[in-house]
């Protein structure tokens, strides 16, 4: 997990929401704040990295157990 910033644990809601979610957090952080997400809703996998990517953060995906999305997701420039 990232030693600094926000850990958003999504697990147990269903995509969209985790999404939803994570837009909400990284607004209100500033460009090149972290936050951690955790996931079990395998459909994650595909949309956590494709907002990112489409609204400019990075995003990296971590070691974690079977089952669960772990992803870094370091706030670009671009607005959420």
Known sequence: ?????????????RC???VIR???A?????????VTVIADD????VDIPYFCREA???????EAAK?????????GAKSA
Do not use: K
């Open 1 to 13: 997990m990232a030693s600094n910033g926000l850990t958003l644990d999504t697990s147990g809601y």
């Open 16 to 18: 969209p929401i985790p």
């Open 22 to 24: 994570l837009e909400a």
């Open 26 to 34: 990284l607004r209100g952080l500033a460009d090149g704040a972290q």
């Open 42 to 45: 395998p459909v994650a996998a």
């Open 56 to 62: 400019g953060h990075r995003v990296t995906r971590l």
């Open 67 to 75: 089952g669960i999305c772990v992803f870094l997701v370091t706030r």
